[in-house]
C-alpha cells in the first residue's frame, strides 16, 4: 500500500513539473524582452544607423553574403525575443540591400522570429487555454467559433492593418489554436506591404543622411501608401461577407 501510495503521489509533481517546464521557454523571451528593453534602447537608434554607416557599407562591399547571413539572423532574433529597434532593422535592410532584398530578408527573418513566438506561447498555454475555449458555452464559445470560421481573414488583418502590437499579434493565434503554417504563411504575407514601404525609405537613406535629415517614417500614412494597403485589407475580408451572404462556411 506504502508504494502505491508514493507512486500516487509522484504523479501530482510529475505533472506539475511537466507544466513549468511549458512555460520556460516564453518565461525567456519575456525576460529577455524586458532586458533588452532597457539595455538596447539607446543603441538600436537612427542616429547609431548614421553615426555606423560607412563601417557598415564598407563591411558589406567585402562581405555581401556574410553581411546578409548576420542582418538575418539579427532580425530572426530582435522579432523572436521582442527587442527593440525591428524598424530601425528594416530600415538598415534597406540601407544595405536596397528595397527588394532588404525586403525580403526582413519579411523572413520577422516571420521566422514570430513563429518562435508563437510556438513557446502554443506550447505554454495555448493548448490549455484552446481546449478550455471549446469547451466553453455562451459568447465566449460563439466568439472562438466566429474566429475559426475566418481564421485567414483575422490573420491578415492584424498583419496587414497593425492596430494589434507584432508581440500581441503573435500571441493571440496560439491561444486560438491556429494552425503554424496558416500563422507563419498569413505573417509572411500579410507584413510584405509595410515592410515594403520602410525597405524603401531604407534605400534612401544615402540621400537623408546627407542631407542632414531624418527619414519620414509617416510615409506610411500617406494616401498613396495607406489606400493601397487598407485595399488588401478589404479584400481579405472578402470570404467573410460571401460566407455572411451565402450561409457557407469556409474550409
Known amino acids: 500500500m506504502r508504494i502505491m501510495n508514493n507512486s500516487n503521489n509522484s504523479e501530482p509533481d510529475s505533472g506539475s513539473k511537466l507544466d513549468l517546464k511549458r512555460h520556460v521557454p516564453l518565461a525567456v523571451i519575456l525576460v529577455v524582452a524586458i532586458i533588452g528593453a532597457f539595455t538596447l534602447r539607446d543603441y538600436l537608434t537612427f542616429d547609431t544607423l548614421r553615426d555606423n554607416r560607412e563601417a557598415l557599407l564598407a563591411y558589406r562591399d567585402v562581405n555581401l553574403i556574410q553581411t546578409a547571413f548576420l542582418f538575418f539572423i539579427a532580425y530572426v532574433l530582435i522579432v523572436g525575443f521582442s527587442l527593440p529597434g525591428a524598424t530601425l532593422t528594416t530600415l538598415t535592410g534597406g540601407f544595405l540591400f536596397g528595397t527588394v532584398l532588404g525586403a525580403i530578408l526582413s519579411v523572413t527573418g520577422a516571420a521566422i522570429g514570430?513563429?518562435?513566438?508563437?510556438?513557446?506561447?502554443?506550447?505554454?498555454?495555448?493548448?490549455?487555454?484552446?481546449?478550455?475555449?471549446?469547451?466553453?458555452?455562451?459568447?465566449?464559445?460563439?466568439?472562438?467559433?466566429?474566429?475559426?470560421?475566418?481564421?485567414?481573414?483575422?490573420?491578415?488583418?492584424?498583419?496587414?492593418?497593425?492596430?494589434?502590437?507584432?508581440?500581441?499579434?503573435?500571441?493571440?493565434?496560439?491561444?486560438?489554436?491556429?494552425?503554424?503554417?496558416?500563422?507563419?504563411?498569413?505573417?509572411?504575407?500579410?507584413?510584405?506591404?509595410?515592410?515594403?514601404?520602410?525597405?524603401?525609405?531604407?534605400?534612401?537613406?544615402?540621400?537623408?543622411?546627407?542631407?542632414?535629415?531624418?527619414?519620414?517614417?509617416?510615409?506610411?500614412?500617406?494616401?498613396?501608401?495607406?489606400?493601397?494597403?487598407?485595399?488588401?485589407?478589404?479584400?481579405?475580408?472578402?470570404?467573410?461577407?460571401?460566407?455572411?451572404?451565402?450561409g457557407k462556411k469556409g474550409l
Open 114 to 246: 514570430a513563429a518562435f513566438i508563437f510556438l513557446a506561447a502554443r506550447y505554454g498555454f495555448g493548448e490549455k487555454l484552446g481546449a478550455k475555449l471549446e469547451a466553453s458555452t455562451g459568447p465566449i464559445k460563439k466568439i472562438k467559433d466566429g474566429i475559426d470560421e475566418n481564421q485567414w481573414t483575422m490573420l491578415f488583418l492584424i498583419r496587414l492593418v497593425p492596430v494589434v502590437p507584432f508581440f500581441i499579434a503573435n500571441l493571440i493565434p496560439a491561444f486560438m489554436q491556429v494552425p503554424l503554417h496558416r500563422f507563419f504563411i498569413s505573417t509572411f504575407f500579410g507584413i510584405i506591404p509595410a515592410t515594403a514601404v520602410f525597405s524603401s525609405i531604407g534605400a534612401g537613406l544615402g540621400e537623408v543622411f546627407a542631407a542632414g535629415e531624418k527619414p519620414n517614417l509617416g510615409i506610411i500614412f500617406e494616401p498613396h501608401i495607406l489606400l493601397p494597403i487598407l485595399g488588401f485589407a478589404a479584400l481579405s475580408l472578402v470570404p467573410v461577407v460571401i460566407k455572411a451572404v451565402t
